[in-house]
């Protein structure tokens, strides 16, 4: 993409309404626009990320054994009469009535529609095990909307429900949403703890939401600060083992790691002094195990092996995929704007063009761009006639991993720059082998 044929309204002012950086800079970088409290349009940087972000959890939720789908957004209010929670969810619902005053709603999330597909199309225990997920807008009237995509009232998430013939198995879907949580994460270039929380109005037992540490997180959190050294790294899980899932899930979740309100002071008090902590996290993602607390009230039974019906266990599974972006930025910034792991990077690398209107500056420019296009990668090319300054700016704003600074003067000795933007270092070499070393960074798996 080339900068003067993109959209990408930047701002030079710090939007005053802004409290907390990852919320400045999405406005400042031109990524998103309010259009009433809690509802923004994403602009063209924006829905990149956005888009890649919902990339890496299609792809995380696919290699589990997870199948994709799509449910509205608009749903009928009888299902949820059937639940229970219609009366039971308060003023957190946008209910909305149609021309032939039928009761609907904007759904904030998607128990209710699933069992009814369930017990519509599924009758035998052989269609076991089963999960089902879809990525798709959601709709919460917050009392209190704000800190951007963060607490939006219309968000997108993936939501995702696992049905099981028994609690074991059941657990192993839990057990297994952990496990692709953690390396959905681990891609985004973040670092999401797994704490025992509480389950509010979805309800059940089992259930842990993950949690990225950052000081404007909304939930107060504590935990042994040896959870922070557990990673999931490269090792291989095969996500239809019982046992590997399961090891996984211990060894995530054995050391103290809660939020507030499951909290126990006692149980924390015995972790080692030094080790105990009290922080603020954002909550990007929550699993739960609820067993029969939908498929009961609402018939989802399946023929059992005795030929006598049985109501599934399920269990729900969210990720806050529009808030992953000002997590991500939370976590990863510096004074100078954004700086995009190259997981969710909206482009791969900038070229800046330091005198536009030189003809060899222009001409080296354009084949390092054609050059990177032709490896299958999106460079963002600043061909504007302006400062370099300018350039620079923009560019540690919008926060590209990788940016090549292409000038006369380099030219003159066969060289341009390579920086890194997260540590600022610059290396000078040959424009073929700049483009090569930016195709390699992102070969890797
Ligand atoms: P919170 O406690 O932050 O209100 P929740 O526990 O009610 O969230 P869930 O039902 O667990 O939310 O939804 C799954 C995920 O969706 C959450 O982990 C979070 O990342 C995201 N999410 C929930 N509410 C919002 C919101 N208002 N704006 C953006 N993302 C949200
Ligand atoms: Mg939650």
Known sequence: MRLTRYFLPVLKETPAEAQIVSHRLMLRAGMIRQQAAGIYSWLPLGYKVLRRIEQIVHEEQMRTGHIPMLMPTIQPADLWRESGRYDAYGPEMLRIRDRHDRDMLFGPT??????????????SYKDLPL????IQWKFRDEVRPRFGVMRGREFLMKDGYNFDLTKEDALHAYNRHLVSYLRTYERMGLQAIPMRADSGPIGGDDTHEFLVLADTGESEVFYDSAVTDIRLGERQIDYDSV???????????ALYARTDETHDQQAFDKIPEDRRRSARGIEVGQIFYFGTKYSDPMGATVQGPNGKPVPVHMGSHGIGVSRLLGAIIEASHDDNGIIWPEGVTPFHCGIVNLKQ????????????YAALVAKGLEPLYDDRDERAGGKFATMDLIGLPWRITVGPR????????????RTGESE???????VNRIAEIYQAP
């Open 243 to 253: 046992d590997q899932c399961r090891a996984v899930m211990e060894e995530f979740t």
């Open 410 to 421: 380099g030219l003159k000795n066969g060289v341009v720059e390579l920086t890194s933007r």
């Open 131 to 134: 999960t089902l997920y879809h």
């Open 357 to 368: 209107g030189d003809a060899e500056a222009d001409t080296a420019c354009e084949q390092i």
């Open 428 to 434: 000078e070499l040959a424009p073929e082998l700049a």
């Open 110 to 123: 998607n128990e209710e529609m699933i069992t009814d597909i369930f017990r519509t199309h599924v009758n």
